[in-house]
């Protein structure tokens, strides 16, 4: 059962790890001088984290053991590892380094907090080191739920007792959450990297197999697309990591990407970009980039069934401190009594609302049955923007 996770990267963070371990100790039922040897061993290692690992995280937990119950501290961080962990555990001779004097840091304190535990395991390597050291209680494993409500309970007083600790605590938490948003999304990118390029490799291998040259056009105009939309997604990605982007070649690659994509010989969609040389923030860029693919994308699909050819026209603009993005068509536009396409609940529409209120902007959209035109209006304060 974990009780807490600590996050250990400055000096402020070994004094609130005091605070927790004496709390936990004292609720586990350990005497004064165990309790103090317990916060001991601690600080040692929350310091080895500072000072060694480069920050890390402290992890508390209770498990059972037989019929009794343990208290598990769990030191983790990515640091370099330590190197010649067997001699600087060695209860003989002086630490590595040392010269027989006296020890600044490391060695000398695991041996002193193997000394305290009564369990000590240490995995440790380039991409970091886990220290694992077990403290026997003497509750028994069935006191482990309600024990672990009291402490949980303990630990709430203790933050509410001082809130700017509380509130460094919840930043820390939400910063935990956002690395591991961009995580996943990093990974969802790389997959659909993967998979566009495993795409390609069936069709260049199908194409070499066909019988017909119409099926081997119609394979290599294919593969061209899918080439085209890998080459657009490694844009946006390169684009998301960067300090500032330049929008208007960005807006006129997903266009041509729009285009490409569309366009057939059955019919023929014009794209046209214009509006200010202006730059954003990376992210800022990729969420308008996004929101006017999205937009074209929806006017290729609907807006001119049974045409031979159609137009767009994407426009950037400044007033009264907006930045608004135009997507216009000259397609079938709304017939009357039609559903307003910015109440539509699919998930490219979620995704546009999604992007506006995050940049503090809006959605319009106007038109009749000459084309439709969608407006998003996105607040300058939040894009990072410049003028190039």
Known sequence: MRITTLKIEADDDIVRLRMVGQEVARRCGFG??????????????????????????M?????PRDAGLD?????????????????????????????????????????????IADRMDVDTGPEGTRIRVIFATSCGAAEAAALGSEIGEALAVLRRADPAAMLAQQNRDLLDALEERDLLMAEVHHRTKNNLALVTGLMRLSRSAAKT???????????????????LHDRLQRAAGADSTPLL???????????????????EVAVAVTGEALSLS???????????GELMTNACKHAFAGRDKGRLHVALAREEGMLKLTVADDGCGLAPGMERPERSDSLGWRMIRTMVQKHGGFVRTSGGTTGLTVELGFGEAQLGLRED
């Open 32 to 57: 004064k001088f165990a309790e103090t040897r317990i916060v001991t061993a601690l600080l040692e290692l929350g310091r080895n984290i500072v000072q060694h690992g480069g920050g890390g995280r």
């Open 59 to 63: 992890i508390l937990t209770l498990e």
């Open 71 to 115: 208290l598990v501290a769990e030191a983790i961080d990515h640091g370099p590892g330590i190197s010649d962990l067997d001699a600087r555990l060695s209860a003989a001779g002086p630490l590595p380094g040392t010269n027989g004097g006296p020890a600044a840091g490391l060695g000398l304190g695991l041996r002193g907090v193997r000394r």
């Open 213 to 231: 040259e119409e099926t081997r056009e119609v394979l290599r105009d294919l593969e061209l697309r899918v080439k085209a939309i890998t080459a």
């Open 249 to 267: 070649p960005l807006l006129r690659d997903v266009a041509e990407q729009t285009r490409q994509a569309f366009s057939t010989p059955d019919q």
């Open 282 to 292: 990376g992210n800022a860029a990729t969420d308008l980039a996004l929101a006017a």
